[in-house]
């Protein structure tokens, strides 16, 4: 009657991976025969809107990395207290089977009766058997007093089996002795 649940581990999926971070690349310089016609003044205008464009890339990346770890901090926390109020579920679960137990070995009168019910009612049976079942304990002379409905007699098959000759190609019946049915 014990549980021992244990819960999923945190999964954060690709958020849990930090986002990574972009990286500058330099631009080619301007050959040499650029370098005369203004290649030089244009190439240091695309340098210096690309280092813009960097540093805004740095900024909108460390936003979104700082938002990022706000959220696996927000869902650590939350599944810690997930975990927490799991944990105080089982324990009390636990305690009060760990009572229930110490009731019965006590030979309590209704913790034993709940026992032995608990127990009858989990035996498999088929379902045309009724699992009503009426018990009654006595701690003197520690005696368990179980009342269990049986199906009716009709339930149980009146032959016993089949035999098959070949020979007429008939079936035969072999009818259960009435000791049986009974």
């Keep these: 009657m014990r549980q021992w649940r244990p819960l999923a581990a945190l999964d954060l999926g690709g958020r849990a991976v930090p986002i990574p971070r972009p990286e500058w690349t330099d631009l080619p310089e301007p050959g040499a025969l650029a370098g005369l016609f203004g290649g030089r003044a244009r190439h240091a205008m695309r340098v210096a809107q690309a280092r813009q464009d960097y ?19 927000q869902e650590h926390a939350r599944h810690a207290e997930v975990v927490r109020a799991h944990c105080e579920e089982l324990n009390r679960h636990n305690a009060a089977v760990t009572a229930f ?10 913790s034993v009766q709940e026992y032995v019910e608990m127990v009858l009612d989990r035996t498999q049976l088929p379902c045309s058997v009724p699992h009503q079942v009426e018990v009654a304990y006595n701690p003197l002379g520690e005696q368990a007093d179980v009342r269990f409905e049986l199906p009716p007699v009709d339930v149980v098959p009146t032959v016993a089996s089949y035999n098959y000759v070949v020979s007429s190609a008939t079936t035969k019946e072999k009818p259960r002795p009435a000791g049986q049915i009974a």
């Design 101 to 110: 137990a110490e009731r019965v070995s006590q030979r309590d009168r209704e």
């Design 55 to 73: 540093e805004h890339a740095l900024d909108s990346h460390e936003k979104q990395e700082r938002l990022r770890q706000r959220w696996v901090d």
